[in-house]
């Protein structure tokens, strides 16, 4: 593996123990230029997760708590008048001011406020009364949301799921890591001892480096073979888009890069298929009677579509 990369993992399972897939996930998706919804019950280490990456990367962190009394405004920031120079002043959100920004339970505020992260989350800016306001660059969103406990809860319209380069699920730790996690918070909180690896500099060049990695015609066919069959399954009311695809090539070639190879593999396809792509497709009636889950009709999907031979690399 990438000593860098692999540094940063070392930094992160500080705090995050037994979960380093989950953890090479989430940085192949920050240096594939996209975004991610950590989805799972409360208390398995979202937000710790979110802020542990960002330390060990050097970026600047923000986060905020969403609650329906969150406003537009508090995300993009807002224009007031100031007497002494008679005009109107830009004063700032939470989204200039971050590298990583942190949407902690993202589907518990209104959808005019989730709204107002979709230009920052397509086009890295934000434009307030007519005027554009570039982000930080790199620049990533990282929302959570809890899947019980959904009493007052909306959930995620499909153009916002859309964003979201993968959803991702930390799951519980095994037997020994709870253990050690038990231990090792009984006298000091594990975050504080995460060591900055690179800067904003280092991970713009490590996401240049992902768009450069080679990938074969045959390994682009196969992802688009994929994404067809989605939107031809008599199962699905909506499949794979032309975005969904472009991520999910871009999160293969992450994944390579992460895994220390400079070129893109079948395999690395089908290892973040279902990451990339669950949330991407819509069930129709038939197969919610038939309780056929998204996680099903894609593994139908991998196992039905031939795999590109590219032995002669």
Known sequence: MNPTVQAILDETQKVILGKQAVIETLLASILAGGHVLLDDVPGVGKTTLAVALSRALGLAYRRVQFTPDVLPSDITGFSIYNKQTNAFEYRPGVVTEANILLGDEINRTSSKTQSALLEAMEENQVTVDGVSHALMNPFAVIATQNNVGTAGTQLLPYAQLDRFLVRLRIGYPDHQSQIELIRDRQTA????????????????????????????DSVLDYVARLCAATREHPLAELGISPRGALSLCRMASARAYVQNRDFTAPDDVQAVFEEVCAHRILLNQKAKMKQVTTAGLLAEVVAEVKVPDVRGR
């Not at 909180?189 to 074969?216: C, F, G, H, Y």
Request: charged content about 30%; cysteine-free.
């Open 189 to 216: 909180n594990p975050i504080d001892d995460v060591k900055q690896v690179t800067n904003a500099s280092d991970v713009l060049r490590m996401k240049n480096e992902v768009r450069n990695m080679t990938v074969k």
